[in-house]
Protein backbone atom coordinates (compact mmCIF):
# COMPACT_ATOMS: atom_id res chain seq x y z
CA UNK A 1 0.00 0.00 0.00
CA UNK A 2 1.23 3.57 -0.76
CA UNK A 3 -0.21 5.86 1.26
CA UNK A 4 0.18 9.56 0.55
CA UNK A 5 0.30 12.32 3.84
CA UNK A 6 -1.98 14.83 4.30
CA UNK A 7 -2.34 17.49 7.22
CA UNK A 8 -5.93 17.72 7.96
CA UNK A 9 -7.41 20.13 10.16
CA UNK A 10 -10.78 17.95 10.96
CA UNK A 11 -11.54 20.10 14.38
CA UNK A 12 -10.90 23.77 11.82
CA UNK A 13 -7.92 26.26 11.63
CA UNK A 14 -8.88 29.58 12.77
CA UNK A 15 -11.49 28.21 15.75
CA UNK A 16 -8.39 25.96 17.11
CA UNK A 17 -5.46 27.77 18.18
CA UNK A 18 -2.33 26.42 17.68
CA UNK A 19 -3.61 24.31 14.52
CA UNK A 20 -1.60 26.68 11.73
CA UNK A 21 1.68 26.28 13.24
CA UNK A 22 0.73 22.42 13.23
CA UNK A 23 0.06 22.28 10.07
CA UNK A 24 2.86 24.46 8.89
CA UNK A 25 5.52 21.96 10.96
CA UNK A 26 3.80 18.97 9.07
CA UNK A 27 4.49 20.53 5.57
CA UNK A 28 8.30 21.43 6.69
CA UNK A 29 8.40 17.86 7.90
CA UNK A 30 7.63 16.44 4.05
CA UNK A 31 3.53 16.41 4.27
CA UNK A 32 2.37 16.36 0.97
CA UNK A 33 -1.19 17.88 0.66
CA UNK A 34 -2.74 20.22 3.23
CA UNK A 35 -6.51 20.21 4.16
CA UNK A 36 -9.38 22.90 4.98
CA UNK A 37 -12.46 22.24 6.07
CA UNK A 38 -16.11 24.32 5.98
CA UNK A 39 -14.50 27.80 6.29
CA UNK A 40 -17.68 29.59 7.30
CA UNK A 41 -19.69 27.09 9.03
CA UNK A 42 -17.03 25.70 11.38
CA UNK A 43 -14.29 27.94 11.16
CA UNK A 44 -16.64 31.49 11.73
CA UNK A 45 -13.70 33.03 9.36
CA UNK A 46 -14.01 32.34 5.46
CA UNK A 47 -11.51 34.79 4.66
CA UNK A 48 -8.68 33.85 7.42
CA UNK A 49 -9.03 30.29 6.65
CA UNK A 50 -8.63 30.46 2.95
CA UNK A 51 -5.87 33.00 3.60
CA UNK A 52 -3.74 30.87 5.82
CA UNK A 53 -4.49 27.79 3.80
CA UNK A 54 -3.26 29.45 0.91
CA UNK A 55 -0.66 30.95 1.89
CA UNK A 56 0.65 27.49 3.11
CA UNK A 57 0.61 25.97 -0.01
CA UNK A 58 2.40 28.86 -1.92
CA UNK A 59 5.01 28.43 0.11
CA UNK A 60 5.43 25.08 0.21
CA UNK A 61 4.29 24.04 -2.96
CA UNK A 62 1.49 21.39 -1.93
CA UNK A 63 -1.67 20.76 -2.84
CA UNK A 64 -5.11 21.58 -1.40
CA UNK A 65 -7.66 19.62 -0.42
CA UNK A 66 -10.72 21.22 1.33
CA UNK A 67 -13.41 19.30 2.36
CA UNK A 68 -16.74 21.11 2.11
CA UNK A 69 -19.81 20.53 3.69
CA UNK A 70 -21.45 24.03 3.51
CA UNK A 71 -24.83 23.91 2.31
CA UNK A 72 -26.56 26.16 -0.65
CA UNK A 73 -25.43 29.31 -1.64
CA UNK A 74 -23.02 29.42 1.61
CA UNK A 75 -21.36 26.46 -0.18
CA UNK A 76 -21.50 28.10 -3.59
CA UNK A 77 -19.76 31.06 -2.29
CA UNK A 78 -17.24 29.64 -0.36
CA UNK A 79 -16.27 27.49 -3.72
CA UNK A 80 -16.25 30.70 -5.81
CA UNK A 81 -13.66 32.47 -3.06
CA UNK A 82 -11.63 29.22 -3.41
CA UNK A 83 -11.85 29.31 -7.35
CA UNK A 84 -10.97 33.02 -7.12
CA UNK A 85 -7.77 32.20 -4.83
CA UNK A 86 -6.76 29.30 -6.45
CA UNK A 87 -6.52 31.39 -9.43
CA UNK A 88 -4.96 34.28 -7.74
CA UNK A 89 -2.17 32.12 -6.23
CA UNK A 90 -1.43 30.36 -9.71
CA UNK A 91 -2.57 27.21 -8.13
CA UNK A 92 -4.42 25.86 -11.17
CA UNK A 93 -4.60 21.58 -11.29
CA UNK A 94 -3.60 21.78 -7.55
CA UNK A 95 -6.79 22.21 -5.78
CA UNK A 96 -9.48 19.74 -5.04
CA UNK A 97 -12.74 20.42 -2.81
CA UNK A 98 -14.40 17.24 -1.74
CA UNK A 99 -18.00 16.86 -1.12
CA UNK A 100 -19.05 20.34 -2.43
CA UNK A 101 -22.62 19.16 -1.39
CA UNK A 102 -23.73 23.08 -2.15
CA UNK A 103 -23.39 21.56 -5.79
CA UNK A 104 -26.61 19.05 -5.37
CA UNK A 105 -28.22 21.67 -3.32
CA UNK A 106 -29.62 23.92 -6.44
CA UNK A 107 -30.83 24.27 -9.85
CA UNK A 108 -28.71 22.92 -12.44
CA UNK A 109 -28.37 26.15 -13.76
CA UNK A 110 -27.00 27.67 -10.80
CA UNK A 111 -24.62 25.03 -10.08
CA UNK A 112 -23.24 25.19 -13.61
CA UNK A 113 -22.81 28.78 -12.78
CA UNK A 114 -20.27 28.16 -10.12
CA UNK A 115 -19.04 25.12 -12.11
CA UNK A 116 -17.53 27.72 -15.14
CA UNK A 117 -15.50 29.08 -12.20
CA UNK A 118 -14.39 25.90 -11.04
CA UNK A 119 -13.31 24.79 -14.41
CA UNK A 120 -11.75 28.49 -14.98
CA UNK A 121 -9.43 27.67 -12.00
CA UNK A 122 -8.42 24.17 -12.70
CA UNK A 123 -10.21 22.81 -8.85
CA UNK A 124 -11.34 19.27 -9.07
CA UNK A 125 -14.39 18.20 -7.23
CA UNK A 126 -14.52 14.69 -5.18
CA UNK A 127 -17.90 12.97 -4.84
CA UNK A 128 -17.72 9.81 -2.72
CA UNK A 129 -21.62 9.43 -3.65
CA UNK A 130 -22.66 9.87 0.04
CA UNK A 131 -25.88 8.11 0.51
CA UNK A 132 -27.52 10.75 2.87
CA UNK A 133 -26.40 13.97 1.12
CA UNK A 134 -27.20 16.14 -2.22
CA UNK A 135 -24.00 15.40 -4.63
CA UNK A 136 -22.57 17.53 -7.25
CA UNK A 137 -24.36 16.97 -10.63
CA UNK A 138 -21.04 14.80 -12.47
CA UNK A 139 -21.92 15.06 -15.71
CA UNK A 140 -22.66 18.24 -16.03
CA UNK A 141 -20.19 19.73 -14.35
CA UNK A 142 -17.83 16.90 -16.00
CA UNK A 143 -18.93 18.46 -19.62
CA UNK A 144 -18.53 21.82 -18.29
CA UNK A 145 -14.82 21.25 -18.22
CA UNK A 146 -14.83 20.86 -14.25
CA UNK A 147 -12.09 17.50 -13.46
CA UNK A 148 -14.92 15.35 -11.25
CA UNK A 149 -12.79 12.60 -9.46
CA UNK A 150 -13.85 10.20 -6.83
CA UNK A 151 -12.67 8.67 -3.20
CA UNK A 152 -13.88 6.50 -0.73
CA UNK A 153 -13.95 8.83 2.31
CA UNK A 154 -12.89 7.11 5.83
CA UNK A 155 -12.31 3.29 6.41
CA UNK A 156 -14.69 1.55 8.14
CA UNK A 157 -14.82 4.01 11.50
CA UNK A 158 -17.17 5.63 13.38
CA UNK A 159 -17.70 8.61 11.24
CA UNK A 160 -18.12 6.52 7.95
CA UNK A 161 -18.35 2.35 8.67
CA UNK A 162 -19.09 1.79 4.68
CA UNK A 163 -15.61 2.65 3.77
CA UNK A 164 -13.98 -0.66 2.39
CA UNK A 165 -11.09 0.67 -0.07
CA UNK A 166 -13.20 -1.02 -3.25
CA UNK A 167 -12.73 2.17 -5.57
CA UNK A 168 -14.97 -0.47 -8.60
CA UNK A 169 -17.63 -0.72 -6.08
CA UNK A 170 -17.37 3.14 -5.42
CA UNK A 171 -17.51 4.21 -9.31
CA UNK A 172 -20.87 1.63 -8.82
CA UNK A 173 -22.34 3.88 -6.22
CA UNK A 174 -21.97 6.93 -8.23
CA UNK A 175 -23.23 5.34 -11.35
CA UNK A 176 -26.17 4.04 -9.39
CA UNK A 177 -26.63 7.51 -7.48
CA UNK A 178 -26.37 9.56 -10.65
CA UNK A 179 -28.62 7.79 -12.71
CA UNK A 180 -25.87 6.85 -14.93
CA UNK A 181 -27.34 4.01 -17.90
CA UNK A 182 -25.02 4.51 -21.38
CA UNK A 183 -21.83 2.98 -21.63
CA UNK A 184 -20.10 6.90 -21.96
CA UNK A 185 -21.62 7.65 -18.64
CA UNK A 186 -20.15 4.21 -17.05
CA UNK A 187 -17.23 4.90 -18.17
CA UNK A 188 -16.86 8.16 -16.53
CA UNK A 189 -17.87 6.67 -13.61
CA UNK A 190 -14.57 4.10 -13.95
CA UNK A 191 -12.19 7.34 -15.10
CA UNK A 192 -13.64 8.98 -11.51
CA UNK A 193 -11.77 6.39 -9.65
CA UNK A 194 -8.30 5.88 -12.02
CA UNK A 195 -7.38 8.51 -14.27
CA UNK A 196 -9.03 11.42 -13.18
CA UNK A 197 -8.11 10.48 -9.27
CA UNK A 198 -4.51 9.59 -10.50
CA UNK A 199 -4.45 13.29 -12.39
CA UNK A 200 -5.47 15.21 -9.37
CA UNK A 201 -3.55 13.71 -6.75
CA UNK A 202 -0.44 14.00 -8.74
CA UNK A 203 0.10 10.13 -9.50
CA UNK A 204 3.04 10.30 -12.08
CA UNK A 205 3.74 7.67 -14.89
CA UNK A 206 0.09 6.28 -14.43
CA UNK A 207 -2.11 3.93 -16.48
CA UNK A 208 -1.36 0.92 -19.09
CA UNK A 209 1.11 3.02 -21.47
CA UNK A 210 4.59 1.64 -22.46
CA UNK A 211 7.62 2.69 -20.04
CA UNK A 212 5.16 2.95 -16.89
CA UNK A 213 5.45 0.01 -14.10
CA UNK A 214 3.34 -2.58 -14.40
CA UNK A 215 0.70 -1.79 -11.90
CA UNK A 216 -2.95 -2.33 -12.09
CA UNK A 217 -6.07 -4.23 -11.00
CA UNK A 218 -7.73 -6.90 -13.47
CA UNK A 219 -11.31 -8.00 -13.15
CA UNK A 220 -13.45 -10.21 -15.58
CA UNK A 221 -15.38 -7.86 -17.39
CA UNK A 222 -16.37 -7.43 -20.83
CA UNK A 223 -15.39 -3.59 -20.78
CA UNK A 224 -15.24 -0.81 -18.52
CA UNK A 225 -18.41 -0.17 -18.24
CA UNK A 226 -19.82 -3.68 -17.48
CA UNK A 227 -16.90 -3.56 -14.58
CA UNK A 228 -19.07 -0.56 -13.51
CA UNK A 229 -21.85 -2.44 -13.23
CA UNK A 230 -21.89 -5.97 -12.15
CA UNK A 231 -18.39 -4.90 -9.55
CA UNK A 232 -16.67 -8.40 -10.38
CA UNK A 233 -15.87 -9.78 -6.99
CA UNK A 234 -12.60 -11.52 -8.08
CA UNK A 235 -9.72 -8.87 -8.86
CA UNK A 236 -5.85 -9.96 -10.01
CA UNK A 237 -3.23 -6.89 -8.59
CA UNK A 238 -0.14 -6.23 -9.87
CA UNK A 239 1.97 -4.10 -8.55
CA UNK A 240 5.58 -2.61 -10.20
CA UNK A 241 5.27 -6.12 -12.31
CA UNK A 242 4.60 -8.78 -9.22
CA UNK A 243 1.22 -10.42 -8.98
CA UNK A 244 0.52 -10.03 -5.14
Known sequence: MRIQL?????????????????????????????????PTTLDGDAEGQLALLFGLAERYGVRLDIHLHEPGETGLAQLLRIAARTRAAGLQGRVAVSHAYSLGDVPLARALQVGEALATAGVAIMSNAPGDHPFPPL???????????????NIRDCWWPYGNGDLLQRAMLLGYRSGFYT???????????????AQVIGLRQYGLVEGHPATFVAVRADH???????????????VDGRWL
Open 183 to 197: DADLMLALDMVTTHA
Open 139 to 153: RALHDAGVRVFAGND
Open 6 to 38: VAFPQAGVMSCPGTAAVLEQALAAGVEVLGGID
Open 224 to 238: GPAAVAAVPVERRVV
